[in-house]
Structures are given as structure tokens and as C-alpha cells.
């Protein structure tokens, strides 16, 4: 059995196969109980196979959490009590149960490498993607990740699972950016569809942040997507087709290359103008 195969995120997943990644026992166990798709039999089953199979470990004693000596007498305690609730579990399709109040896999903090860098636009396999009606949800652009040799020192103690955050710039569902945090770094995956709207101001900030274009262009392209995106899809919304049409919003004809020649030259003296205006006032 390769533990490795119960990583929720498939790009995580295969940069662990690449690299040949070795998880210790108390990894191993902590993929098996964050796996969304296995059953709790299957669950179960790992974490036998777990014990039967992978050196014993001391778990580390967590601020939350009764000191164990032994990985193994604790998978031992979870499998007894699925044994003796199996029947009440299956029948119920799962019931919530800790073997203390203060024993819980979800008081684990675990180290694992990933292949992503800053600038990716990567998104949590739980979530849908273009959701950002709700706080850290959708795709977002990628800043640093808690998985360094100073956030090991720092949580391997004290922390749990929802402080293996990625953290980034996530946007709101008018197109406003936001710094944020999502925990669980181990669902991320890079996201590789299409963009629409207000969407592909995430393009412009990820190239920022690679210090592929400037601040400028950056804000010229949050400008325009969220002012074209406000024009589509926002104002049809507030306004009736008839006032829009009062307004000279609907059926607007497209520019002839006349026309486009002379809007161009006329941002070209209004530019000029303005030179010579500072260039005076100077």
C-alpha cells in the first residue's frame, strides 16, 4: 500500500511520487484521516495496515492533546472503537466520536513539500473554483505556504491542522482583492481553467507578484476588468432593459477603423497637451 495515494490534492499527490517522498508513520495516519473519499471501513482497514506494517512512534505532545508514547496503541484505540460502533456507524452513515475530549487527529500538525510557487493560482480541491461569494473560497493567487523549516519549529508543538495554511490574495464576488489565509494547504491544487470577468484581475496579480509587470499596469487592469465586468454583467442587473437603452447602454455599434483612428488621435493631443501644460507650469 502506498500511503501517498490518500493525499486529497492529485498535483500534491504526484510531486510526493516524484520525489520519492517517504512519509513517517504519523504522516501516513493523518493522510488516511483527512482522505475525503475513502469510507470509514476503508479508513480502518489503512490504519491496520499502518500498524502492521510501519515503525512505531512517539506523537508529539500537542498543547490539545494527552501525550501518547506509541502511534500504534493510539490506531489501535480508533480501531477498537470503530470495531465495537461499527454496526451504529454504518447504519447511521457515520456518527462524530473522540476517544477523549482531547484526543483528535485534527490537533495534528504535519509537514509536507509541495510543488507550487509564489504567483501560482491554485484552489482548494474541496471547493468550486469560481466561488467567491464567501470568505477564502475560489481560486486565489498563491504568496507562501506554512511548510518551512521555521513553521515546523514554530507548530510542531502548538499547532494543529488549520494552521498548515497557504496564504494569498483571494477576491470578493465584486472583484475587490484580498489578503487571506485558507487552512489546509494539502487540498490545494493549481488551477488551470478558463478565467472570466473580474476574474482575470487574478492574471494581473499573480504577474505582479512574479514581478512580471508593474503597479501601474497592474491597477489599469483592475480598472478595466472591473469597469467591463460592471457594464456586462452588474448594471443589466440594477437597471430595466428600457432605461438602459434611455441611457445608450444596449446595442452599441461597433467603431469603424475611422473612428478608431480618430479616438486615437485624439488621446494623442490630449496627452501632448498635458506634457506641454506640466512642462509650463514647471
Known sequence: ????????????????????????????????????????????????WIVDNMSDLPMPKYRHLIKHDSIHEYLNQNIEFFEKHKAKI????????????????????????????KGDIVCSCLNYPHNHSDLCTGMFVLDEINNT????????????????NAYGWFQDLDGTI??????NYMNLERYTGELYGQERIL????????????????????????????????????????GMKLAGLTD????????KKANNLRRKKFAIHNLLKNDFIE
Not at 178 to 183: F, G, T, V
Not at 204 to 220: H, K, R, T
Not at 252 to 259: D, G, I, N, Y
Request: proline share 3%.
Open 203 to 242: 492574471i494581473a496579480v499573480s504577474n505582479f507578484v512574479q514581478d512580471n509587470i508593474g503597479f501601474e499596469l497592474l491597477l489599469q487592469s483592475q480598472r478595466t476588468l472591473m469597469m467591463r465586468d460592471y457594464g456586462e454583467n452588474w448594471m443589466p442587473k440594477i437597471y430595466t432593459n428600457a
Open 149 to 164: 523549516a521555521e513553521d515546523y519549529k514554530r507548530y510542531m508543538y502548538c499547532g494543529k491542522h488549520i494552521d498548515m
Open 90 to 117: 454504518e447504519d447511521k452513515g457515520g456518527i462524530d466520536y473522540h476517544i477523549t475530549d482531547e484526543e483528535d487527529f485534527d490537533y495534528l500538525w504535519c509537514y509536507f513539500p509541495t510543488p507550487f510557487k
Open 252 to 259: 452599441l455599434p461597433k467603431l469603424t477603423k475611422a473612428q
Open 178 to 183: 484580498y489578503y487571506e489565509n485558507m487552512s
Open 1 to 48: 500500500m502506498n500511503v501517498l495515494s490518500y493525499v486529497n490534492s492529485k498535483d500534491i499527490r504526484q510531486y510526493l511520487y516524484d520525489i520519492n517522498y517517504q512519509c513517517n508513520t504519523i504522516q501516513a495516519a493523518w493522510l488516511v484521516y483527512q482522505n475525503i473519499k475513502m469510507s470509514m471501513d476503508e479508513k480502518y482497514k489503512a490504519y491496520r
